[in-house]
């Protein structure tokens, strides 16, 4: 089985964007907010909504996709708390829909009312309400404010009641930031890299681990600049009388495969141990197009791994689904389930 | 000929540091502002504070060092404009004194007077006065805040008169953040490496090198993300329309050879042009200790450059010394002055 953890809706019907004009519009005149949170999208329009994500599992040879709200679309700075709460809700109830609609070829991972500013106990109510829908894990940002980081860092203790409730439910969190309102940083070719980077200085800094042994954290694309800098991060963590990475830090932060060209993958294969990268190709996502080099698509990131000679039958298994399984302990039910209903 | 383009003045006498204190404490209280610039540093002093990398230099087998005052203590949001330029005047000063002692070990590399929110015009006289002196490039510092991003992005003609002054001079930049005030940004570990990332992705996005055809950045760190995800640059660069990496930016944009393992140095002698790539160490600085894997220094990075064998002995050439001497050309004269001095 192969497991691809990182893809988002980014294919989704006119009909959303519609609400969000109007939700954003209602914010300078509220006779323009929208008068109901039903979008009139049909389950048929749902599944239609999705073939191209369904074509690419074929063609590229995946099964199931770890599913989750555009990234950029969480817009955490824009609006008031109730207007993250709605647009979070809505988006997530879009994710269960298309999930349980196409269980084999979906599982949910969910977006949080995050804000600005804003305790993440604000984000309890929704987590509790994604593990009752059966989602397997949450996307976090460690950057509410879309590009000026004025939020404490993820080993400050004012996160701890979210991951309090994410261990107690086995809900792992990708940490991920959304769009920029920052012009310093574009946001998928700046800000999502370096919010990587920063995420994992952090935990490198800190010790959250000992305070949350079972806590588990994504660093999508490829860790950012992470494992291109390994020996940076090595170094910095012995100068810091830090553990090594693996005893320090690595039963907990996991990366995914998302970069975007083989010397890259290659790289990671070659440094950040096999238990620790996951297989992702953010698809449909940030680069969309054919390789002029390869004659294949950017994120076609299965064809890179499988191109990695040094990896064995046993690492293949970890990086395609075994890790997988591991770091979301919630989709062996969703499996199970999507097993059963198709039975 | 070994040229080393990126090294910081990180063995500075507890002078400088006494001054930089005063100095700062004198903001709050005007009757603690040092009296008088004169460290009372003699030439034998300033010469013996770089024995350490001389030392070096002889171990690894580098010949110059393209010198600079610690980067971390250019701290550009600290103080007032006043502040900025004493220290910039005074940190350059030392830099001066240090690489006219010693001219065959070390060309010199000026701080700017950069404050946040102030224009870049502010940083002109300091050039000129750079120029006289004979020093081959500047630091530019793309973030003055200290790690909340609130100046224009590099692209923006906000910078252009500092721009201007570069080409007419002859003096290329180093893109180099100076320490982070935003907790969320460990300096070396993520500030720096996110600047370079960010640095790359602005220019990638605008046309800057329209305007300033002969303008020459450096970006260091080895280009921070960018090389691990030189995919996903060269797939948003086909996005957005631009021409190929190697016509849009790469006659512009150079990358140094700080990054602190060999299997991140092969990566990036694969994927960037060899036309591209400068060797640096940033000895003494970021990452001071031994790798446990390696037994040697982490940021011996001649070795690591050494070891890869598809560096052919032109490419070498390029990367140990050509590049330097295209990117930096005041560097001819610099070289030329030291002989006859040892002569």
């Known amino acids: 089985m192969i497991i691809d953890i990182h893809g988002h809706y980014t294919t989704e019907p006119a009909a959303l964007f519609a609400f969000r004009d109007k939700q954003l519009a209602g914010l300078a005149d509220p006779a323009r907010r929208p008068t109901t949170t039903d979008l009139g999208l049909s389950d048929d329009m749902l599944i239609q909504s999705v073939q191209r994500q369904l074509a690419f599992q074929k063609e590229r040879g995946s099964d199931l996709t770890i599913f989750s709200p555009r990234a950029s679309g969480m817009a955490h700075h824009v609006g008031t708390v109730a207007v993250s709460e709605e647009w979070t809700k809505l988006s997530n109830d879009l994710i269960s829909r298309i999930c349980h609609l196409l269980p084999t070829n979906f599982a949910p991972v969910g977006q949080l009312p995050q804000s600005p500013g804003v305790s993440p106990k604000n984000c309890l109510a929704e987590l509790e309400r994604l593990v009752g829908l059966g989602f397997v894990g949450v996307n976090l940002n460690p950057d509410p404010s879309g590009g000026y980081w ?15 409730a994410m261990v107690a439910h086995n809900m792992p969190a990708m940490i991920h930031v ?37 806590l588990k954290f994504v660093i999508p694309h490829g860790g950012g600049a992470v494992p291109f800098h390994w ?28 970069v975007y060209h083989y010397p890259g993958i290659r790289l990671m294969t070659e440094v950040v141990p096999v238990d620790n990268i996951l297989f992702a190709s953010e698809m449909i996502g940030a680069v969309q197009g054919v390789d002029p080099e390869t004659g294949h698509y950017f994120d076609d990131t299965k064809r890179y791994i499988d191109q990695v000679a040094t990896l064995d039958e046993e690492s293949r298994y970890k990086i395609f689904e075994g890790n997988a399984r591991h770091v979301y302990p919630r989709l062996a039910a969703w499996i199970e389930m999507s097993k059963e209903n198709a039975a």
């Open 178 to 214: 959304t769009s920029s309102c920052n012009p310093n940083f574009h946001a998928t070719g700046a800000h999502y890299i370096n919010a990587d980077t920063t995420a994992f200085m952090q935990l490198l800094q800190g010790d959250l681990f000992k305070d949350f042994p079972e």
């Open 150 to 164: 004025t939020d404490p860092p993820l080993t400050d203790t004012y996160w701890y009641p979210l991951y309090e």
């Open 231 to 258: 020996g940076r991060y090595r170094g910095l963590g012995m100068m810091m009388k830090k553990p090594p990475l693996a005893e320090h830090l690595l039963k907990n932060v996991f990366f995914d495969t998302c």
